[in-house]
């Protein structure tokens, strides 16, 4: 059985969630036996859900039927962007708040180790998947187990989202080593969010850039939470003061601070900078997890060995995704990647093998942990706007260039209301026009990035 769940006590608690609901490991299994029985072929459903009980044991259910295969959606996607997956994958089952319901699609082919889909962009609702494999699901869970350090007894907070990578790669990490999961959609400013975390005797907490940030708001540093042991970030490059006064926190009162570094496309995590690095080597995404290979090529393709030389990261392992699909037919093509992946990002190493980001060669941000397209935003600012407009930006915030200044507060509430990312991510600027060459296309690099 997937991740080995068979294995641990059925009676068991898997997950508890802030408004009270709670699962046990063999009631997940129980329902993945009831799919199966009541779903006779392997079919792509669509998955929208939301931070509770109800859907982790949907997901995690379908994934050990094997015959429900997911698209994992927000419940809170955009309809339009809905609407346009649903005519581009013609799921044969779509199940929403509880409520699994076949739809007039007739069941298409799939790859046979195809085990659930993540948009690439899950904030802009891109066509685009990302194909995931029961292998990946498996070398996720026993990579980030092992790398933290997993028990039974841990009790980790889940903020993240589920159908983000790494929220859904803290179930698979937990559930394999028999935790229980303590999961929530509360904002971090939600009394009733501090309460279940003290409540349930928490005692790990992910998050990605924003939520420190929001910790550090809240005064956490004098809080007094015992139990919580270890403090993890992913999601983007952090700020770097705000990185070394959580480390120096953690390594002051006996806790562990480890950032990670990932990508959907590796089944979220590829490297992690061990606690023992935490303060001397903040800012770095440390070395590949277990069972993954880090390495460096140069414009050339060829093998950089020298500590801090900057080139094109790489990673290899299991955790590795099938590749892309852009339709309904690319979820019958096979494994595209065979293990390996040029990351798109630009880095160098040290001394240690530490490694450490310096660029992006690819066009997306990741703003407040959630990676967004430049590209479709262009796109969203140009069919609900009809402005010109180029998109440019840092991890801190995005900036968008338009030549129509009564459209500024347009631009913007466009782009909060489709990504659901708060309107402080977005600068918009009035340019004269936008640079372009010969050919017509956009001329990024003639654009003030600061």
């Not at 993945?32 to 669509?46: G, K, P, Q």
């Not at 990579?143 to 990578?165: G, Q």
């Not at 050919?439 to 600061?450: F, M, P, R, T, V």
Request: with cysteine; net charge negative; hydrophobic share 40%.
């Amino acid at each position: 059985m997937l991740l080995e769940l068979e294995h641990i006590d059925a009676h068991r608690l898997a997950a508890i969630d802030s408004e009270g609901g709670k699962v046990t490991y063999g009631e997940i299994i129980e329902l993945a036996e009831r799919i199966f029985a009541s779903v006779t072929d392997r079919a792509l459903c669509f998955m929208s859900v939301e931070n509770n009980v109800e859907s982790l044991t949907w997901v995690m259910a379908s994934l050990i039927s094997g015959r429900l295969v997911p698209l994992i959606l927000s419940a809170k996607t955009d309809e339009a962007l809905y609407n346009d997956l649903l005519q581009t994958y013609r799921p044969a089952y779509i199940w929403q708040a509880g409520a699994l319901t076949r739809t007039n699609n007739p069941i298409a082919p799939l790859y046979p180790e195809l085990s659930h889909m993540l948009p690439t962009s899950g904030s802009t609702g891109s066509p685009k998947l990302v194909r995931h494999c029961y292998d990946n699901i498996e070398a996720a869970g026993l990579n980030i187990s092992t790398f933290f350090e997993l028990k039974e007894s841990d009790r980790p907070l889940m903020v993240l989202p589920l159908y983000y990578t790494m929220g859904l790669s803290m179930v698979f990490s937990h559930l394999k080593v028999g935790a229980t999961i303590l999961i929530t959609g509360r904002n971090m400013t939600d009394p009733v969010f501090w309460k279940f975390i003290k409540d349930e005797h928490a005692t790990s907490f992910t998050g990605v850039p924003y939520s420190f940030q929001i910790l550090n708001l809240m005064r956490f540093f004098r809080m007094d939470l015992p139990e919580l042991e270890l403090l993890t970030q992913g999601g983007g490059k952090m700020e770097h003061n705000l990185n070394v006064k959580f480390a120096e926190y953690c390594r002051d009162n006996g806790k562990r601070w480890i950032a990670t570094y990932g990508q959907s496309e590796c089944t979220a995590r590829m490297a992690y900078l061990p606690a023992k690095w935490a303060v001397e080597k903040a800012g770095s995404i440390g070395v590949a997890v277990p069972n993954g290979e880090l390495s460096l090529i140069d414009a050339d393709g060829h093998p950089i060995t020298t500590p801090h030389t900057e080139g094109e990261m790489c990673y290899r392992g299991k955790n590795v995704t099938l590749g892309y699909a852009r339709g309904l037919d690319d979820l019958q093509k096979g494994d595209e990647r065979h293990g390996s992946i040029h990351t798109g990002d630009l880095a160098y190493f040290d001394e240690d093998g530490c490694y450490y980001i310096v660029g992006r060669m690819g066009r997306f941000l990741k703003l407040f942990g959630m990676r967004v397209g430049l590209d479709e935003c262009e796109q969203i600012i140009s069919s609900t706007c009809q402005a010109e407009n180029a998109c440019i930006g840092t991890d801190e915030k995005m900036i968008v260039y338009i030549t129509d200044e009564t459209k500024m507060q347009a631009v913007k509430d466009a782009l909060v209301e489709k990504t659901h990312i708060v309107a402080t991510a977005f600068e918009v600027r009035v340019t004269d026009e936008i640079p372009k060459n010969e050919a017509g296309k956009k001329l990024y690099s003639k654009l003030d990035n600061n």
